[in-house]
């Protein structure tokens, strides 16, 4: 119980005697979070015979820190293409026939290194916000707006 023993939580319209019918539940695990738990009486609303309880929970949202991500759709691709080619050129050009594992192994790491070095010159990073709604693109708002007006279009 969250709320102590003994605490008023109504008032009788009658008799005007303070009683307690109103319990406050919580887990025992959630009871070590609780600051503060206590009937409010000079908060009762008018015409009305419960009291208040205000309770205070502190609660904390572990911070996660977040990896720096890129943002893909504001590269300018033809740049991209031609750092990508340029990186490929100086890394030995295309290889004639991969006969080995580790010819392939060398080919595999020089590819992915020219493709690193294209992305960081030309993808830039994204401004994380914690309340980003990360599935969310404009491509969306079109058929976001469609929806609605079927929705409502529907409810007439």
């Known amino acids: 119980m969250a709320l102590p023993a003994q605490i008023p939580t109504l008032i009788a319209h009658n008799t005007k005697n303070l ?3 109103d319990n406050v539940f919580i887990s025992e695990a959630a009871m070590e979070d609780v600051v503060y738990c206590n009937a409010r009486p000079e908060e009762r609303p008018v015409k009305t015979d419960h009291f208040p309880v205000r309770t205070i929970i502190e609660c904390q949202v572990p911070q996660v820190d977040q990896e720096p991500r890129r943002n893909f759709r504001g590269v300018e691709w ?10 490929l ?19 595999y790491a020089r590819v992915m290194n020219a493709i690193e070095e ?23 708002l079109p058929m976001v707006q469609q929806k609605r007006r ?5 409810y007439r």
Not at 119 to 131: N, T
């Open 19 to 21: 009683t307690r019918v």
């Open 78 to 87: 033809k740049d991209f293409v031609t750092t990508l080619r340029a990186a």
């Open 89 to 107: 050129a100086d890394s030995g050009g295309a290889p004639g026939c991969v006969r080995t594992v580790d010819e392939l192994k060398e080919l």
């Open 118 to 140: 294209a992305i960081s010159e030309h993808v830039p990073l994204v401004k994380q916000s914690r309340f980003q709604k990360l599935w969310w693109a404009p491509e969306l």
């Open 150 to 154: 079927m929705q409502r279009r529907a």
